[in-house]
């Protein structure tokens, strides 16, 4: 199973739900601006211990080959692009659907982990590219 994840949904599934992941042997995609968005948040947090937990869970995730930073090839239908840039996504949200779509085609099955519910979960277009609703879940309805 591919899970690709957004920037505020990542820290959830990298902390809390690490062990569901390895569990189920799934695997994380994220675009590379979901890594610089989360790069920036990291750089500002005050907490020297969440950082550092959140990258040691990046690194062991990367050693079992459970983690991978992908640039999207694929091209949005023009109709699935329409209905995103309607609802105010931006480029990054527009990488992490093209790259939900590639890894679906790949696999036959992905999952989009994201709190940004106006962006994905309430686009009946994403809902049908990616197979359903069911297949777009908040980091708390993994398991």
Avoid: W
Avoid at 51 to 68: D, P, T, W, Y
Wanted: aromatic share 4%; hydrophobic share 40%; glycine share 4%.
């Amino acid at each position: 199973m591919n899970l690709v994840v957004d920037t505020n949904s990542l820290k959830a599934i990298l902390l809390d739900k690490k062990e569901e992941v390895f569990k189920k042997c799934h695997v994380i995609y994220i675009p590379p601006c979901v890594e610089k968005e989360l790069e920036g948040v990291l750089s500002r947090a005050h907490l020297a211990q969440l950082r550092k937990s959140i990258h040691a869970a990046i690194g062991e995730f990367k050693s079992m080959r459970k983690f991978n930073v992908k640039r999207p090839h694929a091209h949005l239908p023009e109709k699935l692009k329409k209905a995103l840039i309607k609802v105010g996504a931006d480029e990054c949200d527009m990488n992490i659907v093209r790259l939900a779509l590639e890894r679906k085609k790949k696999s036959g099955k992905v999952i989009i982990i994201t709190r940004n519910k106006e962006h994905f979960q309430r686009v009946p277009e994403v809902i049908t590219h990616v197979g359903g609703r069911e297949n777009i879940i908040f980091p708390e309805e993994y398991n």
